[in-house]
């Protein structure tokens, strides 16, 4: 896609004689001060677009001399500035940096005082490649036996590991250091794996990070002067695509994060540049972009905008036809609102126009200039409930959920989404409310929620209904909602087109409730709970499931003595592990029981022990009037009624096991069937959740749940008694 209009970078008379520009760099400015596209210049000077693509993205460091002399003789150099373009190829010392710097947001880089060192080992760049993209965070050995060898390993795999892992240590350590010294080494071991012991301003991703988030923080405060500074600070850290070098690792899931990030910090940027009515500053940049992600409509929208504000509205309007075009010839889809409004306001002239450019031109001296007319504002809904207080454990589940939300798939169209499943009181509605406070930052376009009452006591919403609610967070007017299902499920895509959202979909009953309220833009992250486990959604559409196990003994207590006194507990650590016990790892049950341990707070864990046991709980019976888990028992109601007549008569029977290790040959006893009937039962009561398969033909339950069971066939078999 051609562009033009791509204007000087901020100093470019200066390059020429500053040697901390490269090569690359210095080749982009003087084809930015000729006015010449890549293409355009690639196609002058005889060499593809590709070729001269690496070597402004500095892929190229030495490029070949016929080459170097026709881009010159295209750019109009005489010898001696032909000499000064090809500068060494790499940086001179920048004074005042006495530190290692550690880049990967480009080729890979490693400095230490100004002087680069250059790894030439594919596997010793690999590795540093992956410790400086994980960092601050270890790389475990896994992920870096992986990274070395994504196929087969070798059988001496871990012993050279280990030599990279010396290798690696060599390289970065200081000139002139000992080589035994460890005071000095930059490459730790952790009890996972291996971390650079670096601040995070000494690699490249965590600064741009760190700037990013700054200039977000101070765009929410209002300050647009340090947000753009900053905005522009952090996109300066790219010198070209992430690990440009390296063809394997930016398919790693920090590294797709990283270049989603990138898009989003040029994006507000550029936002916040057209707002201090500024858009040559980012008309480079803009245009660098749009040539490696030509279907972005954000990216594509802001150019636009950027250049008629610059006097280009010609060609401007010619961007939207191309990319209006490409879309509908590469996708088959039109363009969204944003490239749709972005359209209308050239042709309406309702510009920020630069202070330097046609804008300023037009203005009257003596007058005031008149501020362009802003669009309305798009609405930002933040519908997430409070986070539960007492949250404990859920370390793995909440790193599972990251992979699987947050590594977002601009590349492939695909919405990442998640279903949470598990037993009914386990803790579904905390964990996803957990995460998504979170990570809120990540989604700057707002967060969305419903409860779709699929186990309650009203009926479950309907689609339409909740396309509805959204539209109307959304920003979308009662009386513009279609009444259709279809249409307003299209509405509903078209509002969330090139916006970061997370969607949070609590207590979903089936699929049919699910699929319209999936959105069609990648940049969003779905997050479902069910107890049924909805294997059509993961089948059909890709969602991937997170199975939500009960409490192990470490966490129960944990969460006793969060809801407690701390020396409470610790004075009676056998009763409170026994009341562990009874609740079975299930949060709700053990919630149940620290609230009625409140209420008395002269009273001793022992004594509810006994209390329990006198009434029977400890002999799985129900005991008459005690209501103390009716909040337990009514969630296991909700899914118990739900299922059909026969599926129910087996739930009753699990009541006659010890709730562990249960086979398919023993409730084929017990109920008078085939164990291919026992197993299909059984595994019907998996899926809604009132039964565990933790291993193949093999089942089991908690606690509270058989109680529950015992007392539904307790009560069966009294009234077959009686009657």
Not at 223 to 248: F, I, M, N, S
Not at 370 to 390: D, E, K, L, N
């Amino acid at each position: 896609m051609q562009q033009r209009g791509c204007g000087k970078r901020p100093g470019d008379d200066d390059l020429a004689g500053h040697g901390i520009w490269s090569f690359g760099e210095r080749l982009r400015s003087f084809r930015g001060r000729a006015g010449l596209t890549q293409r355009e210049l690639a196609e002058r000077a005889g060499v593809s677009v590709r070729v001269l693509r690496d070597i402004e993205h500095g892929r190229v460091r030495r490029p070949q001399t016929r080459t170097v002399r026709r881009l010159a003789d295209v750019l109009g150099l005489d010898v001696g500035g032909a000499r000064q373009l090809p500068e060494p190829g790499h940086d001179a010392p920048r004074p005042g940096d006495e530190r290692l710097h550690i880049g990967i947001l480009g080729p890979l880089s490693v400095r230490y005082r100004g002087v680069e060192t250059h790894v030439h080992a594919v596997k010793l760049r690999r590795l540093l490649s992956l410790l400086a993209l994980q960092h601050p965070e270890p790389a475990g050995l896994g992920e870096i036996t992986h990274a070395l060898w994504p196929k087969d390993p070798p059988r001496s795999y871990q012993s050279l590991v280990h030599t990279y892992i010396s290798q690696a240590r060599r390289v970065l350590l200081p000139s002139g250091s000992g080589a035994g010294d460890p005071a000095v080494s930059f490459l730790v071991r952790t009890h996972t794996g291996y971390v650079l012991a670096l601040e995070r301003d000494q690699v490249d991703l965590t600064r741009f990070q760190d700037l990013s988030a700054r200039a977000r923080q101070a765009c929410r405060a209002g300050d647009v002067e340090a947000a753009h500074e900053l905005a522009g600070r952090a996109y300066r850290c790219w010198r070209g695509p992430l690990l440009a070098d390296e063809p394997l690792l930016p398919h790693h899931p920090a590294a797709t994060a990283a270049a989603r990030q990138r898009v989003e910090s040029l994006l507000l940027h550029a936002d916040l540049a057209l707002r201090l009515r500024r858009p040559e500053q980012v008309l480079h940049a803009l245009c660098e972009a749009t040539e490696e992600e030509p279907l972005h409509e954000g990216l594509q929208a802001r150019l636009m905008l950027s250049l008629a504000s610059c006097g280009e509205q010609g060609e401007a309007l010619r961007i939207f036809s191309e990319v209006t075009g490409r879309l509908d010839r590469e996708l088959g889809v039109q363009p969204g609102d944003e490239l749709r409004r972005a359209h209308l306001r050239i042709l309406h002239q309702e510009l920020p126009w630069s202070r330097t450019g046609a804008g300023a031109e037009r203005a009257v001296p003596g007058e005031r200039p008149v501020p362009a007319r802003r669009p309305a504002a798009v609405a930002r809904p933040s519908q997430i409930p409070a986070a539960p207080p007492g949250f404990v454990g859920r370390a793995a589940e909440l790193r599972r959920l990251n992979r699987l939300l947050l590594a977002v798939g601009e590349r492939d169209g695909q919405v990442p989404a998640a279903l949470v499943t598990g037993f009914p009181g386990v803790g579904k509605t905390a964990l996803a409310v957990r995460w998504a406070h979170r990570v809120r930052d990540r989604f700057p376009d707002g967060q969305l929620y419903v409860d779709l009452h699929g186990h309650a006591g009203r009926r479950p919403l309907r689609p339409a209904e909740v396309l509805a609610q959204f539209l109307r967070a959304l920003g979308v007017p009662d009386g513009e909602i279609s009444g259709t299902l279809d249409e307003a499920a299209n509405q509903y895509r078209t509002r969330l087109s090139g916006r970061r959202m997370q969607i949070v979909l609590d207590n979903a009953h089936d699929e049919s409730q699910i699929r319209p309220l999936i959105p069609g833009a990648a940049g969003c992250a779905v997050l479902i709970t069910s107890r049924n486990t909805l294997s059509g959604l993961v089948a059909r559409d890709g969602v991937s499931r997170v199975s939500l196990d009960v409490f192990g003994e470490d966490e129960t207590l944990t969460l006793l003595t969060l809801l407690l006194r701390s020396e409470r507990v610790a004075a009676e650590p056998l009763a409170a592990m026994a009341l562990g016990r009874y609740c079975g790892g299930l949060p709700l049950a053990i919630r149940i029981l620290a609230a009625r341990l409140a209420e008395y707070p002269g009273a001793c864990i022992t004594q509810l022990c006994v209390e329990l046991q006198e009434t029977g709980a400890f002999r799985d019976q129900t005991a008459d009037g005690d209501d103390l888990f009716a909040p337990v028992h009514a969630a296991f109601e909700l899914s118990y009624t739900a299922l059909p007549v026969p599926v129910r008569r087996y739930f009753r029977l699990l009541a006659r096991t010890e709730g562990r290790h249960i086979g398919a040959y023993t409730m084929a006893d017990l109920a008078g069937a085939t164990p291919r009937e026992a197993t299909r039962m059984l595994r019907r009561l998996v899926r809604v959740s009132l039964l565990q398969e933790y291993a193949p033909g093999r089942f089991s339950l908690p606690a509270p749940l058989l109680r529950y069971a015992r007392g539904l066939e307790y009560g069966s078999t009294t009234t077959r008694s009686t009657g």
